[in-house]
């Protein structure tokens, strides 16, 4: 059974910094490609960063900067640093579990709550 648990979301205040985690069992963690995805309110869910099974990243330009995605493969963990962070990055914080090789092997977790306020 595959399963992927976020921790490390929480209220913080502008400008703060946040490191969520996301740790995955039940696949070859290895072969995978991580990413974090966010969903706010009322609105479409939309990619944060994505890491390969390389290394590479990719980021949305809104980010950009401030969020740093890493993976230790030994401890089958995807991280998301947060700094500087916004009212605008408020959302539930979900993490995802792609095999590029099979599209159908796509895998989310629960979500992890960040909520940026004074």
């Known amino acids: 059974q595959v399963q992927l648990a976020e921790s490390g979301g929480g209220l913080v205040q502008p400008g703060g910094s946040l490191r969520l985690s996301c740790v995955a069992s039940?696949?070859?963690?290895?072969?995978?490609?991580m990413g974090w995805y966010r969903q706010a309110p009322g609105q479409q869910r939309e990619l944060v960063a994505t890491?390969?099974?390389?290394?590479?990243?990719n980021y949305a330009d809104s980010v950009k900067g401030r969020f740093t995605i890493s993976r230790d493969n030994p401890e089958n963990t995807v991280y998301l640093r947060m700094n500087s962070l916004k009212p605008e990055d408020t959302a539930v914080y979900l993490c995802?579990?792609?095999?590029?090789?099979?599209?159908?092997?796509?895998?989310w977790g629960q979500g992890t709550q960040v909520t940026v306020s004074s």
């Open positions: 995802n579990a792609l095999n590029p090789y099979s599209a159908t092997r796509n895998y």
């Open positions: 039940g696949i070859a963690f290895r072969l995978y490609t």
């Open positions: 890491i390969a099974t390389g290394g590479s990243t």
